[in-house]
């Protein structure tokens, strides 16, 4: 291809913020092992984030290994959760950026099982992706500018949703953004997704307090999340422990916990880079609520 014309693709390509490449260029390996996801992400200038992933690979080269493995299961048990049965079901993935879990569900997707996602900005231009890589699909993924934090903002993102009598089933998936919200904001939005439906499943992936990382282990997620934080003038990162999840939610609610070491073993069959527990600092909750809330 002659240089012209590879600037006038590169000028094609979708600008991606550097902390949001930074994350699609773990993934990558990932991506690409899927044709939908693969073409998704050829439409990104994704150039941005290779500073910030040079800058990581000397602390941990091996890193793609903590978001693929987490990719891998968020998207099994969506999955999983939205064909427990055949009721409607609308799948919400919160401050969702440029991720393509859409798209692997497309296959699921129907009149009666839709997908929302909803982020601050870059929706519009996501949506158009979408509607030229699955134009007949398109109508059932709902891409939404909010700002999730703010005082009903969330009941506004989604009322238009509702049919006069609340949502069907929810799945909200809450996927490398628990860290970047207050505590105090994270109890406000579970207060109003629990109003929204009396069945729903969250997925609330979130960063783990260090004395619960090996001590081998502590300094990976200390130096990155640190210059994350610095990078993004972000004061502090919200971390949670197994037990303190559950106590925001109802009671109603029953929890299953996945560390980082079952992710990897549900995703290649053991484990090598996270043999135990506290091996890994990035883990998984999946609450669920109503009818639906036996194990998968």
Excluded at 70 to 80: C, D, E, N, W, Y
Aim: hydrophobic fraction near 40%; charged fraction near 25%; include cysteine.
């Amino acid at each position: 291809m002659r240089g012209r014309d590879v600037m006038k693709s590169k000028k094609e390509l979708y600008p991606v913020s550097d902390t949001a490449a930074l994350v699609m260029l773990w993934a990558s390996e990932y991506y690409r092992t899927k044709p939908l996801t693969r073409a998704y992400v050829d439409g990104l200038d994704l150039s941005s984030g290779e500073e910030l992933l040079r800058c990581y690979d000397r602390i941990c080269p091996w890193y793609p290994e903590v978001i693929i493995n987490r990719k891998h299961f968020i998207g099994q048990t969506v999955q999983a959760l939205t064909v427990k049965d055949d009721s409607p079901v609308t799948i919400v993935n919160l401050g969702a950026g440029f991720s393509p879990l859409a798209l692997e569900m497309v296959p699921l997707l129907s009149d009666t099982r839709r997908f929302i996602e909803i982020d601050l900005a870059g929706m519009r231009r996501k949506h158009e992706l979408y509607e030229a890589l699955v134009p007949e699909q398109s109508g059932w993924i709902s891409c939404i500018e909010a700002d999730i934090t703010g005082p009903g903002a969330l009941m506004d993102a989604l009322l238009p949703e509702q049919d006069g009598t609340g949502l069907p089933r929810l799945i909200v998936v809450m996927e490398g953004l628990t860290y970047y919200i207050r505590r105090s904001g994270m109890e406000q939005i579970l207060d109003t997704l629990s109003s929204l439906s009396p069945s729903q499943s969250i997925i609330f992936e979130h960063l783990k307090p260090c004395r619960l990382i090996s001590d081998e282990r502590r300094f990976i997620p200390y130096e990155i999340f640190s210059h994350v934080r610095d990078h993004i003038a972000y004061d502090r990162m919200t971390t949670y422990s197994r037990d303190e999840i559950p106590a925001m939610l109802s009671p109603a609610f029953t929890c299953r916990y996945y560390d980082m070491s079952e992710m990897e073993r549900q995703r290649i069959g053991g484990t090598r880079y996270f043999p135990t527990a506290d091996s890994g600092w990035l883990s998984c909750a999946v609450a669920e609520r109503g009818a639906l809330s036996k194990p998968l």
